[in-house]
């Protein structure tokens, strides 16, 4: 019989660090604590951490240009348009920025910007 765990609402990320240190650290680095929203731990009956885990406020970057504009022309608004984003990211103290493109723009992104491949697998949850 499994134990009864209980779900707890906290602000204490230091349960979350010593299991990502004891168990995970070779996998992924320690994730940056800002930006965190609804931080949960969960306890079996004896206050033993069996998970802790919390959403973290992403921003993505979403960006159309018009294709029959010329490529300098639509850089040249590229630039501009990541300039005033990356701006509003920075202002509101924003340490990421994600974008899912196709690897044509992939290439434009990591030598224009510093965009970088991660090493995961992209997934999505649809909740709406």
Known sequence: ??????????NDLAPFV?????????????????????AR???????????????????EAIIVTDLKSSETVRI???DLLMAELIDWCVTHEIEQVHAFVNSSFSRVLMRRYGFKHIPAIGMVLDLG
């Open 76 to 78: 040249k608004a590229l």
């Open 18 to 38: 010593e299991l990502h240190n004891k168990y995970f650290s070779h996998e992924f680095a320690l994730p940056d604590i800002r930006n965190i929203s609804k």
């Open 41 to 59: 731990v969960i306890k079996d009956e004896q206050g033993n951490v069996i998970a802790s885990g919390f959403v973290k406020l992403l921003t």
């Open 1 to 10: 019989m499994a134990d009864n765990l209980a779900i707890l609402e906290t």
